[in-house]
């Protein structure tokens, strides 16, 4: 029994708002792909929009170029060996889902391919922005489908607890090594002094 | 003593490539002023640059097109409530360092406010882009000095343990709870299956 719920539009930002390593994961024309990208952000609630930056070498940039969409897909704990094996390798040569048995289902919206095992996966459309894209690498994009699993992230917000702990998201700190959020503090807004 | 120390640029992308939630701190024509930011990331290592949301409604918006600079403080645990309570209060009216007690050091490149008790600071340039400023609220910045607490960073790399809790980043979560980063997992390269 899958664990996957729709996300509402309006709380799509959320899912990334704690600043997770995501995988970008892209079809086009036959050919697919998965990378990790440490580097992403959103930049508006409504309509929820994000920023990701997509290096000039990878595999992944043409095949957003040509189809004009890409999806984001949060990896959490189980998954810090897949999330560096997708960050260090290629797919221009081979295709790393077959050779890494990576399974995925399809993008409600656009027919993306989007990872099992993950625990959030937005699909987005580029919004064209050729400047950006050639001097930062960084490519906006409009959230058009979201969704989480309900195990980790309910009611339009994560819910990180020691009950499931492998399902919390991973924030990598270089070299293959990811801090995971396993706490919550709550901040107050302080009197004046 | 102080545990400031300075950081390499080639390493100063490290300080926020988790993730984290950010201050913002500005200075311009004798006006101040530090927000809450949880939406930032970096955009290329060398030289580093970095992108950051900052609302078209901030006071600090003004201040960082009038100076052409901003700085990227790294809030911690122990500083969830002054991080949410600069993130709700706007420095328009009134000075929030004044209003509440925040002590700030000057920054050793250009001479902006940076915010004590946090883990790490970048003094940053603007690299004006005034549509995705326009569009997205999206600034990019060069940063130009970059300094860490040796207690939680150090040799290039964050150090995250359970005997410096207090000083682990603060990922915002929404509604003023932060995950907090307390554990580290390593990834490793698969092997093709």
């Known amino acids: 029994m899958t664990h996957r719920r729709p996300v509402a539009l309006a709380h799509a930002c959320r899912l990334i708002n704690h600043g997770p390593t995501v995988l970008v994961s892209v079809s086009h024309e036959g050919r697919r792909n998965v990378m990790a990208a440490a580097w992403s952000m959103p930049v508006e609630f409504t309509p929820p929009r994000v920023a990701v930056v997509i290096d000039k070498s990878t595999f992944t940039r043409g095949l957003v ?7 984001l897909c949060i990896p959490c704990r189980a998954l810090a060996d897949l999330t560096t094996t997708v960050g260090r390798t290629s797919g221009r040569d081979e295709d790393k889902f077959a050779r890494h048995t990576i399974a995925s289902f399809t993008g409600p919206a656009l027919g993306l391919p989007l990872i099992e095992g993950c625990v959030a996966w937005m699909e987005c459309r580029r919004i064209a922005e050729p ?63």
């Open 65 to 71: 170029l040509g189809s004009g969409l890409f999806a």
């Open 131 to 193: 400047h950006s894209e050639a001097a930062y690498d960084t490519f906006f994009g409009e959230v058009v489908s979201a969704q989480a699993d309900d195990r980790v992230f309910a009611e339009g917000r994560w819910s990180l607890r020691a009950d499931n702990a492998d399902l919390h998201t991973l924030h990598h700190l270089g070299g293959g090594q990811y801090g995971v959020v396993d706490s919550v503090v709550s901040g107050k807004v302080l009197d004046p002094t």
